[in-house]
């Protein structure tokens, strides 16, 4: 708990461009028309809930399923599999891991940001890996 607590005091400027970047992610997701938003019914995004669906209310077995060459059992089938048990939605599951997805590669960049560039990540370099993260996701 100490620890956690350490790391927020130390990193707030972290904490505040995730509450940025979440502000965009939602800007950007209610910005989609129509055409944009079908992109979440395509094949490729169908297939972790169709795969639940099929083992958990379905109940049938994994026998029956050809799965792609680099099948993505762990972390994304894990993670998107709690989402489904908790929400029961796939459209709020498949929402919710993208912002999860979205934000550990946020994390993920923070992190290589500051072990190779060896910056202490404050106010002043903080636009910086603002500008980054949004050229590099968008």
Do not use: C
């Not at 079908?38 to 050809?66: H, K, R």
């Amino acid at each position: 708990m100490k620890a956690l607590k350490h790391f927020f005091i130390h990193n707030y400027w972290l904490i505040i461009g995730i509450f940025i970047s979440l502000i965009l992610v939602l800007v950007w997701f209610s910005s989609l028309d129509e055409n944009q938003f079908l992109v979440m019914f395509s094949s490729d995004a169908l297939y972790l809930p169709l795969i639940y669906q099929d083992i958990f209310e379905n109940g049938n077995s994994i026998q029956g399923w050809t799965f792609n060459g680099a099948p993505n059992f762990v972390p994304d089938m894990l993670v998107f599999f709690i989402l489904m048990k908790i929400t029961s939605n796939f459209l709020t599951a498949t929402f919710l891991f993208s912002i999860i997805q979205y934000f550990s590669i946020i994390t993920l960049f923070y992190f290589i940001y500051n072990k190779t560039l060896k910056k202490k990540f404050l106010k002043e370099n903080f636009t910086e890996f603002l500008e980054l993260n949004t050229r590099l996701l968008f």
